[in-house]
């Protein structure tokens, strides 16, 4: 049964052009829902993900002679009730392919229609398996395993910094074979994250609430998922991007955080912009000053070997 399904995982991963769709659960999907997949198009957004039944990894490959092997997973944002999948997520894969890096948009559960009793963990859980599941198909696709970043965008930003902190060891003799390798990717880079999640003004309490159902939250929920009281010293180097003007996930959610990355000696860039607002994405739209932020993200990954 074991090599049935990975058999499967793999055909079901073969390649159609440049993209190629990858399961995350081939053995099944724990704790799953009944729900419909759903989405639409919006005029000035493009495509957005309203319901999500099967996770999985939309993989975007490079031309194989610029190709660097590093790999970067993308989660779009969406406040934990969508997801911008073309904004934030077909847009910013198309910009960072041409670089040479592998890109997979992760398509979560989203835990606003989630079950009570699943809410809070599944998106988590399919970010931690997202990470798992490059690094298993790692050699035939040309990937690197020690050069895996997760990249978010607002509630996807707290999602992805989320799967840098609260990370999965390796077990070699768990099944499913994913499992066999770490969860812990080795760049993070949150967008205009929420990374606070208290009763406070520099909370979204939309996020809040689509992850932990309405108040009273649970304490110690809240507690895990604030994310500047869970650093420690082994979160991976950070890029923190944000515009001064956000209005919807004020920018403190970064200052915080990138404190706490300091004081735990966590590597970390933190570039504010006076202007952007939130939720610009690629920001090559725009003339504001955020309109720079790939390029700084770029000459950083470049640093770390992820692109040439």
Same mark, same amino acid.
């Given at each position: 049964?074991?090599?049935?399904?990975?058999?499967?995982?793999?055909?079901?991963?073969?390649?159609?052009?440049?993209?190629?769709? *990858?399961?995350?659960?081939?053995?099944?999907?724990?704790?799953?829902?009944?729900?419909?997949?759903?989405?639409?198009?919006?005029?000035?957004?493009?495509?957005?993900?309203?319901?999500?039944?099967?996770?999985?990894?939309?993989?975007?490959?490079? &031309? +194989? $002679? *610029?190709?660097?092997?590093?790999?970067?997973?993308?989660?779009?944002?969406?406040?934990?009730?969508?997801?911008?999948?073309?904004?934030?997520?077909?847009?910013?894969?198309?910009?960072?392919?041409?670089?040479?890096?592998?890109?997979?948009?992760?398509?979560?559960?989203?835990?606003?229609?989630?079950?009570?009793?699943?809410?809070?963990?599944?998106?988590?859980?399919?970010? #931690?398996?997202? %990470? $798992?599941?490059?690094?298993?198909?790692?050699?035939?696709?040309?990937?690197?395993?020690?050069?895996? @970043? &997760?990249?978010?965008?607002?509630?996807?930003?707290?999602? @992805?910094?989320? @799967?840098? *902190?609260?990370?999965?060891?390796?077990?070699?003799?768990?099944? +499913?074979?994913?499992?066999?390798?770490?969860?812990? +990717?080795?760049?993070? %880079?949150?967008?205009?994250?929420?990374?606070?999640?208290?009763?406070?003004?520099?909370?979204?309490?939309?996020?809040?609430?689509?992850?932990?159902?309405?108040?009273?939250?649970?304490?110690?929920?809240?507690?895990?998922?604030?994310?500047?009281? #869970?650093?420690?010293?082994?979160?991976?180097?950070?890029?923190?991007?944000?515009?001064?003007?956000?209005?919807?996930? +004020?920018?403190?959610?970064?200052?915080?955080?990138?404190?706490?990355? $300091?004081?735990?000696? &966590?590597?970390?860039?933190?570039?504010?912009?006076? $202007?952007?607002?939130?939720?610009?994405?690629?920001?090559?739209?725009?003339?504001?000053?955020?309109?720079?932020?790939?390029?700084?993200?770029?000459?950083?990954?470049?640093?770390?070997?992820?692109?040439?």
């Amino acid at each position: 049964m074991k090599y049935f399904a990975l058999v499967t995982f793999l055909w079901l991963s073969v390649a159609v052009g440049a993209q190629s769709i *990858i399961p995350l659960y081939p053995e099944g999907i724990p704790c799953a829902n009944e729900l419909t997949e759903e989405e639409h198009m919006e005029e000035h957004m493009g495509r957005f993900i309203t319901s999500v039944h099967a996770p999985l990894l939309e993989h975007y490959s490079p &031309v +194989p $002679q *610029i190709a660097t092997g590093g790999a970067v997973m993308v989660i779009p944002g969406g406040g934990y009730s969508i997801m911008a999948w073309g904004h934030e997520g077909h847009d910013i894969a198309r910009h960072l392919s041409v670089e040479g890096l592998h890109v997979f948009i992760l398509r979560h559960r989203l835990p606003k229609n989630e079950r009570p009793e699943c809410r809070s963990h599944v998106a988590l859980d399919d970010a #931690q398996r997202g %990470i $798992q599941i490059i690094r298993l198909l790692a050699d035939s696709l040309g990937v690197d395993r020690e050069k895996v @970043a &997760v990249l978010g965008f607002s509630a996807g930003g707290h999602l @992805a910094a989320s @799967a840098a *902190i609260h990370t999965l060891e390796p077990d070699s003799i768990a099944y +499913p074979a994913a499992r066999a390798f770490s969860s812990r +990717p080795n760049l993070s %880079i949150p967008v205009y994250p929420v990374t606070i999640m208290e009763d406070s003004e520099a909370a979204h309490r939309g996020s809040i609430n689509n992850l932990l159902g309405p108040k009273p939250w649970d304490p110690d929920l809240l507690e895990h998922y604030n994310l500047p009281g #869970q650093v420690h010293a082994l979160v991976p180097p950070t890029f923190l991007v944000h515009a001064g003007d956000d209005k919807a996930v +004020p920018v403190e959610n970064s200052l915080r955080y990138y404190s706490a990355l $300091q004081r735990a000696g &966590v590597p970390a860039e933190l570039h504010i912009y006076a $202007q952007g607002g939130h939720g610009f994405g690629s920001a090559f739209q725009t003339d504001l000053p955020v309109r720079g932020w790939i390029e700084e993200m770029l000459n950083w990954l470049r640093g770390h070997g992820f692109v040439r």
